[in-house]
């Protein structure tokens, strides 16, 4: 278990707000997302759908003192997965956005990182975050 730092329990807070508010806006906003970004609908859907699992996870971590490290290490990981998956995407030919879109897919490798390099930061300054 990690004891957390308040920038620790911040970072995770931060990721809550920004996943949740982006699950409600790609679950429910997909079909009119999608023409504006030039992206399939099915996509952004279901994307949104994950992040609201996403959400309810990283919430409740955040509500903790003291963290599962397991857990905790998977939420960075995650994070750092989806930076390299969006920029991945963005080089693909798998989808063909708009520039809004190439925008939007750029800010969904941007966030996550920041966060990633936050929540580590955060794991550093808390205690017992390095033991065994």
């Known amino acids: ?10 970072a995770f807070l931060l ?7 982006m699950a409600v806006l790609l679950t429910f906003g997909a079909a009119e997302l999608a023409p504006l970004f030039g992206l399939p609908e099915p996509l ?3 994307t949104g759908l994950f992040l609201i699992a996403y959400t309810a ?5 955040a509500t903790r003192q003291s963290m599962p490290k397991l857990l ?11 930076t390299i998956a969006s920029i991945a995407l ?22 996550p990182g920041a966060l ?8 550093r300054r808390s205690s017992d975050a390095l033991a065994v």
């Open 57 to 61: 996870l990283v919430g409740w971590l």
């Open 116 to 123: 990633a390099e936050l929540q580590y930061i955060g794991l």
């Open 90 to 111: 963005l080089f693909s030919s798998a989808v063909t956005p708009n520039l809004l879109g190439q925008i939007f897919i750029a800010a969904q490798a941007i966030v």
């Open 44 to 46: 952004l859907c279901e």
């Open 72 to 82: 905790v290490i998977m939420v960075i990981a995650g994070n750092t997965a989806w």
């Open 15 to 21: 990721d809550t707000i920004a996943s949740g508010m």
């Open 1 to 10: 278990m990690i004891q957390a730092s308040p920038l620790f329990r911040r």
